[in-house]
């Protein structure tokens, strides 16, 4: 069967919840799914118009916090309405407090938190980039250091049928599996 291009799946699409703050310091969060790493140290996201690329071009900060299965509702409470409408962070009844590291929020909510400067927005293309600066992760997420995907449960959206699937369950080792083939 064919789809049009319109309907293509490409997985995963990050869950990934933008803090700012606006001209008069009031913070927000929106969900986004269409997000990467683009090189070391840095993440691009593609975002039409919102308050939040409002606050970006303000402030020159953001905040990048990952979606987990323990945030699932206030994650997805961050997509359903515009901060223009209504304080998200309030409503949703999070708790936030500035990053030390740029003018942007931290919700306390998340367990991983990435702290970014904007190196670039571009308006016409509707993408943000941002260099990651400092990054805060709970310990109840970290194995021998490291952030562990197992105990951090992220989700990502599933565009086909418009749900979260949780992220986790290690299917093989890197660099390593395919060692097989390469040395036969």
Avoid at 58 to 84: H, N, P
Wanted: proline share 3%; aromatic share 10%.
């Amino acid at each position: 069967m064919e789809f049009d291009s319109k309907h293509a799946v490409i997985v995963p699409e990050g869950v990934f919840i933008i803090g700012t703050y606006d001209e008069n310091g009031v913070p927000n969060a929106m969900n986004a799914a269409w997000g990467i790493q683009s090189d070391y140290g840095e993440i691009t996201l593609y975002l039409a118009k919102h308050k939040t690329t409002e606050n970006v071009k303000k402030t020159g900060a953001f905040t990048v916090a990952f979606a987990t299965k323990d945030t699932l509702k206030i994650s997805d409470y961050f997509g359903l309405e515009s901060g223009e409408n209504v304080n998200k962070i309030e409503k949703a009844g999070v708790h936030v407090h500035k990053s030390a590291h740029v003018n942007a929020p931290i919700i306390e909510e998340y367990p991983v938190t990435l702290e970014c400067e904007v190196t670039e927005w571009n308006e016409e293309k509707e993408y943000l980039r941002g260099k990651i600066v400092a990054q805060q992760a709970d310990e109840s997420v970290l194995t021998d250091g490291k952030i562990d995907l197992g105990k951090l449960k992220p989700i990502m959206f599933d565009a086909s049928f418009h749900v979260y699937r949780m992220i986790g369950e290690v299917a093989g080792k890197a660099f390593q599996d395919g060692l097989e083939i390469k040395n036969k």
